[in-house]
């Protein structure tokens, strides 16, 4: 059990285009989802927090307008890249806290490439 | 069977003791082996960053890798109460795969 997916895995987009990455719970529910982005050296920062049914929680130096987060049911929660560029070029990894017992679950990460 | 398998515990220990560790996993295309710590509802914080099999150390902590036998290891030298948290293995390829997580408090 405690299965997060999120489509697609991998994703090349052209620069000044949209890109929507998916985040599922397979098999529970999560009243919270996480976003994050991964960095060299396979560090972690975390973007923003996502509950259902209300506005996403962005930190501190993440533009809310350009990635857009919308976490409509128990189940899943989106991330939208909009007018992406080189520079967002990453590996975006969502995880979902079960809710009830705060048990955090990761999914297993979408690359992007903008060119 | 899942591809990362790490014990959740919770596992408890007296400030001092020695801390294993310990992850298994399936798929021999990982490359890169990771430790983060995660205190409760915050981000993963990066520990240790393996590249391939052999060992790593910094400070108390001392990464392991074993491709052969697909077990990797963290061991924690005199725990704090401080180093109590969730440690999650990672591994990746092209994408990247978590354990569990193990739930280790360390009492004064």
């Known amino acids: 059990g405690a299965v997060v997916s999120q489509h697609p895995s991998w994703v090349i987009c052209k620069s000044g285009t949209s890109v929507k990455i998916e985040c599922r719970s397979l098999?529970?529910?999560?009243?919270?989802m996480f976003w994050y982005r991964q960095f060299p050296k396979q560090s972690l920062m975390l973007m923003a927090t996502?509950?259902?049914?209300?506005?996403?929680?962005?930190e501190q130096g993440v533009e809310k307008d350009k990635f857009l987060i919308n976490h409509a049911s128990l189940t899943l929660s989106t991330l939208t890249v909009t007018s992406a560029h080189p520079e967002d070029s990453s590996f975006y990894i969502c995880?979902?806290?079960?809710?009830?017992?705060?048990?955090?679950?990761f999914g297993p990460g979408t690359r992007l490439t903008v060119t | 069977q899942k591809e990362v398998e790490q014990d959740p515990g919770p596992l408890s220990v007296p400030e001092g003791a020695i801390v294993s560790l310990n992850c298994t996993y399936s798929?021999?295309?990982?490359?890169?082996f990771m430790w983060y710590r995660q205190y409760s509802r915050k981000g993963p914080e990066l520990l240790m960053y393996?590249?391939?099999?052999g060992n790593k150390e910094d400070g108390r902590f001392t990464a392991q890798v074993d491709k052969s036998s697909k077990y990797i290891s963290l061991f924690i030298r005199d725990s704090q109460p401080s180093d109590s948290a969730t440690y999650l293995c990672?591994?990746?390829?092209?994408?990247?795969?978590f354990g569990a997580g193990t739930r280790l408090t360390v009492k004064p």
């Open positions: 996502s509950n259902e049914g209300s506005k996403a929680t962005y």
């Open positions: 393996t590249y391939s099999s």
């Open positions: 990672a591994m990746s390829s092209n994408d990247m795969r």
């Open positions: 798929n021999s295309a990982f490359q890169y």
């Open positions: 995880s979902a806290e079960r809710t009830g017992d705060y048990e955090q679950y």
């Open positions: 098999d529970f529910q999560a009243t919270t």
